[in-house]
């Protein structure tokens, strides 16, 4: 639904289950005639087969890869100091799954954009779409052809390089967060690469006293955000409606 309200030019055409419900079945194709979109009514199995076992819950879209906005585009989003800003660089996330996550709740969070390195890395593909619940559609993406040079462009624009590493010594609680900041997170498996992390200005860790595990990029990247947004954004907001 977030794909056909929100982002229409990049759905191909969609399949709907013969068996879904009567009401979504015909909002769903009324959003795709209002569009043009071609749409199918198919058997269930068909889904199944089509989308290889993935939970699909009686439809499916064909879509275009998302269009992604240039460093140089995204830095232009910045709001002049001193308002907060927040945004993130992802250093190759591999998994869309996680990469949907992060940027979910980078919307959520507040942030400007989300920058992503064009090579090794997932892409915002229709899973991605789907597991941000349609946040690819609405914050802006950048390209990053170099995930250590985009921290160093961010920082020139202003902003505090915070890497999310687990082995850093400090915590992201033992000192304020600045209110204009970039967060950098790593890959699932290797965390933040050498160089990326050399790029920041300090690097962080998510205190996790629960035992030997570590915590999934995305739910680290989710506290660090959300750690922000309390600090700054927040009352930052409380000062202007004072």
Same mark, same amino acid.
């Given at each position: 639904?977030?794909?056909?309200?929100?982002?229409?030019?990049?759905?191909?055409?969609?399949?709907?289950?013969?068996?879904?419900?009567?009401?979504?079945?015909?909002?769903?194709?009324?959003?795709?005639?209002?569009?043009?979109?071609?749409?199918?009514?198919?058997?269930?199995?068909?889904?199944?087969?089509?989308?290889?076992?993935?939970?699909?819950?009686?439809?499916?879209?064909?879509?275009?890869?998302?269009?992604?906005?240039?460093?140089?585009?995204?830095?232009?989003?910045?709001?002049?100091?001193?308002?907060?800003?927040?945004?993130?660089?992802?250093?190759?996330?591999?998994?869309?799954?996680?990469?949907?996550?992060?940027?979910?709740?980078?919307?959520?969070?507040?942030?400007?954009?989300?920058?992503?390195?064009?090579?090794?890395?997932?892409?915002?593909?229709?899973?991605?779409?789907?597991?941000?619940?349609?946040?690819? =559609? *609405?914050? #802006?993406?950048?390209?990053?052809?170099?995930?250590? $040079? /985009?921290?160093?462009? +961010?920082?020139? !624009?202003?902003?505090?390089?915070?890497?999310?590493?687990?082995?850093?010594?400090?915590?992201?609680?033992?000192?304020?967060?600045?209110?204009?900041?970039?967060?950098?997170?790593?890959?699932?498996?290797?965390?933040?690469?050498?160089?990326?992390?050399?790029?920041?200005?300090?690097? =962080? *860790?998510? #205190?996790?006293?629960?035992?030997?595990?570590?915590? $999934? /990029?995305?739910?680290? +990247?989710?506290? !660090?955000?959300?750690?922000?947004?309390?600090?700054?954004?927040?009352?930052?907001?409380?000062?202007?409606?004072?």
């Amino acid at each position: 639904m977030s794909l056909l309200e929100d982002a229409p030019s990049r759905c191909l055409k969609v399949f709907v289950a013969k068996t879904m419900q009567n009401a979504f079945f015909a909002k769903v194709t009324e959003l795709c005639r209002a569009s043009g979109i071609p749409y199918y009514a198919v058997e269930a199995r068909a889904l199944d087969e089509m989308l290889d076992g993935e939970s699909h819950q009686g439809v499916a879209a064909s879509v275009a890869q998302a269009p992604m906005i240039a460093l140089a585009d995204a830095e232009g989003l910045l709001p002049a100091a001193p308002a907060p800003i927040m945004a993130v660089v992802a250093d190759h996330v591999q998994d869309p799954r996680n990469l949907g996550a992060m940027i979910r709740s980078a919307e959520a969070a507040g942030a400007a954009f989300v920058a992503l390195p064009a090579r090794r890395g997932a892409l915002p593909t229709g899973t991605v779409a789907k597991t941000s619940a349609g946040a690819s =559609l *609405r914050l #802006p993406l950048a390209s990053a052809g170099n995930v250590a $040079n /985009a921290v160093r462009e +961010l920082q020139k !624009a202003g902003l505090w390089a915070i890497g999310l590493d687990e082995s850093a010594r400090a915590t992201i609680y033992d000192s304020p967060i600045p209110a204009r900041c970039l967060f950098v997170v790593g890959s699932e498996g290797e965390g933040i690469s050498r160089t990326a992390a050399a790029a920041c200005d300090e690097t =962080l *860790r998510i #205190p996790a006293d629960c035992g030997p595990g570590s915590l $999934n /990029a995305s739910v680290a +990247l989710s506290v !660090a955000m959300f750690e922000w947004l309390r600090l700054n954004r927040m009352s930052y907001l409380r000062s202007e409606n004072a």
